[in-house]
């Protein structure tokens, strides 16, 4: 009986849990489409490369 | 019981030699101290690898994050955040364990003797919230406040061991503007190979912003890790193997686990499972946990 119960707590806890993740993950997922998206259009991929293919001084810790 | 022994370790040591001799595959640099200047640094790499690196052919997302806010047009970084909240979303912090060059290193330097070494100590799971502080305050703070990329300028040990120590000691002119900073950053990056040798991943575990994002992002991720509750004997054997100090019984998806498999290698039952799993099998049961953070 005890061990029914137990399962029991434990599908129920899996399904609340599911619940919050499988949406979560959706979201975490359309929201990273939309933020490289838009961050390529307003030219933000420009900013890194130009930083990128430079020298950082302040990387190397010369500036 | 297991009847076949998996052992992850070559495995995963394979693919971080070959990630970062992929990631920094323009060897001329290296010749002559020189940065690659193609169009694939538009692409970030999930690990923290320098862009400055004279074999980089990816950027740093790191960098790239401190790019966008060190400059005066945007206070958001979406494009670089995007590929960091992407690469969180499918493997977590698989990328800490598996992909990151600097965490290579570490791993390396851990190797060294002493054979007996420092797991866990007093005010290690406080210390362990300073990379979200180095996160907030460092990379987006005083970066959007300063417009210099604070975090490349004053901490990051992966710039002066990929890009400072091999541009400075190839480039005359840089030798020449070698100052405080350049000491100060040579100093930071020697005490932490140092603690490396004593501590698994003192970078990662305290101060890592990168992997502060992907620790947000590892109980959700799609590739994951699951214990069967109905064949783990609790024997302890997976929190005595983990090397992040995790106990993946009580929290499979552990913040602070980097999915380096030694917990799934060392259990006798073969009752942690991983994979990129949606929806774990009704077998799965202790998945449930992985809101909680151990």
């Known amino acids: 009986m005890q061990k029914i119960k137990t399962s029991a707590k434990c ?33 933000e991929a420009g900013i890194q490369l130009a930083k990128a293919i430079r020298v950082c001084l302040e990387c190397i810790g010369i500036g | 019981m297991k009847n076949k022994k998996s052992n992850r370790r070559p495995l995963r040591l394979i693919v971080q ?3 970062a001799v992929i990631t920094n595959s323009y060897l001329t640099g290296f010749f002559q101290g020189k940065i690659y200047q193609g169009n694939l640094k538009n692409i970030c790499v999930p690990g923290l690898n ?25 206070k958001l970084a979406l494009y670089a955040g995007g590929f960091v909240l992407m690469f969180g979303a499918l493997v977590g912090r698989l990328v800490c364990g598996w992909l990151c060059p600097f965490g290579l290193v570490q791993e390396i330097m851990h190797l060294l003797p002493p054979k007996k070494k420092l797991k866990t100590f007093r005010g290690d799971r406080q210390l362990r919230w300073l990379k979200f502080a180095v996160l907030f305050v460092l990379v987006v703070l005083l970066t959007l406040i300063s417009h210099e990329p604070m ?12 890009a400072g120590i ?20 040579v100093v930071i990056l020697v005490l932490l190979l140092v603690l490396s040798v004593f501590i698994y991943r003192p970078f990662c575990r305290y101060l890592c912003p990168l992997g502060a994002i992907y620790s947000l992002l590892n109980p959700l991720s799609l590739y994951r890790y699951s214990i069967n509750k109905h064949s783990c004997v609790n024997c302890g054997a997976c929190t005595r193997a983990c090397p992040m100090a995790c106990s993946p019984v009580e929290n499979p998806n552990s913040m ?37 953070e151990n």
């Open chain 1, 11 to 43: 599908a129920a806890a899996r399904v609340r849990s599911l619940a919050v993740r499988v949406p979560a993950w959706a979201l975490l997922c359309s929201l990273a489409a939309v933020m490289l998206l838009t961050g390529a259009l307003r030219g």
């Open chain 2, 166 to 185: 091999p541009l400075v000691a190839l480039n005359e002119q840089l030798q020449s503007l070698v100052g405080g900073l350049y000491i100060h950053k």
């Open chain 2, 256 to 292: 602070e686990c980097i999915r380096c498999g030694k917990c799934v290698d060392v259990c006798p039952t073969d009752s942690i499972k991983t994979g990129f799993v949606l929806r774990p099998s009704p077998a799965d049961t202790s998945d449930e946990n992985t809101a909680q």
């Open chain 2, 17 to 19: 030699l070959l990630w």
């Open chain 2, 50 to 74: 320098c862009s400055s690196c004279p074999g980089a052919v990816g950027s740093c997302p790191i960098g790239s994050i401190q790019a966008v806010l060190s400059g005066r047009k945007y």
């Open chain 2, 151 to 162: 975090f490349c300028k004053w901490l990051c040990p992966a710039g002066t061991l990929e």
